[in-house]
């Protein structure tokens, strides 16, 4: 079956542009998670969604940082006024229920900001 | 402060030569120590979840154990398509959810 879906896969923005990055989980998960990865380290949690309730969002680094799925199903992160230090991969899981502890990843979305 | 650190950072092996992974951790209400493989440019493929001290698991040529305080991936007679970088990362409980903690991974290469 399909698994989870990021799109764009690459993006370049002027500083100080906004972004918007999608993610389509697996069909029927209910957890939804975005995850930040910097060249050679491992990802780091940003912010974590049940359904469409955002239960967790200590993760995201400023106030710049936006995420929503309005619907329980595809997410988006937007990055508001895009920083040279917000140039990352950004990834996105799911998992089935919110007991589940099997998170599956999307490819992710690189980010770089000129 | 939760903390995982993995050990080494690279890896050279030559084919069928076996060696371990180490993955150390500190964590208050872990929920899972995981193991997961990230090739360059995609994203981390679920490779394990162990749960309690004593616990293994064991796929193909990779085999995960747990203790108390560290974790290590085995992998024996190792094949080139093994190389990849293999992250190790703790769960941690969050709004019912189950937010990932990860080390900085090991990158392995397997040569011919």
């Known amino acids: 079956g399909a698994g989870v879906s990021q799109s764009p896969r690459y993006k370049v923005a002027k500083r100080g542009q906004d972004v918007a990055l999608r993610c389509d989980p697996i069909?029927?998960?209910?957890?939804l998670f975005w995850y930040q990865q910097a060249l050679g380290q491992g990802p780091e949690f940003l912010t974590y969604?049940?359904?469409?309730?955002?239960?967790?969002k200590s993760g995201l680094p400023s106030d710049r940082f936006f995420a929503e799925r309005p619907e329980g199903s595809v997410s988006t992160l937007k990055i508001q006024r895009t920083q040279q230090e917000d140039s990352a991969v950004y990834l996105c899981?799911?998992?089935?229920?919110?007991?589940?502890?099997?998170?599956?990843f999307g490819p992710g979305t690189r980010l770089t900001v000129l | 402060e939760d903390q995982v650190t993995q050990s080494p950072e690279a890896l050279r092996l030559q084919e069928g030569e076996s060696s371990s992974l180490n993955c150390s951790y500190t964590?208050?209400?872990?929920?899972?120590l995981f193991w997961y493989r990230q090739d360059p440019g995609k994203g981390p493929e679920f490779l394990f979840t162990l749960y309690s001290a004593g616990e293994e698991k064991e796929k193909e040529r990779l085999k995960a154990t747990l203790t108390k305080k560290e974790s290590f991936l085995h992998i024996t007679a190792p094949k080139p398509e093994d190389s990849a970088t293999y992250l190790c990362a703790v769960g941690i409980l969050t709004g019912g959810g189950n937010k990932l903690t990860f080390g900085t991974g090991t990158q392995l290469k397997v040569e011919l």
């Open positions: 899981a799911s998992s089935l229920q919110a007991s589940s502890d099997t998170q599956y």
């Open positions: 969604f049940q359904n469409e309730a955002q239960l967790d």
């Open positions: 964590v208050s209400g872990l929920r899972g």
């Open positions: 069909s029927g998960h209910v957890s």
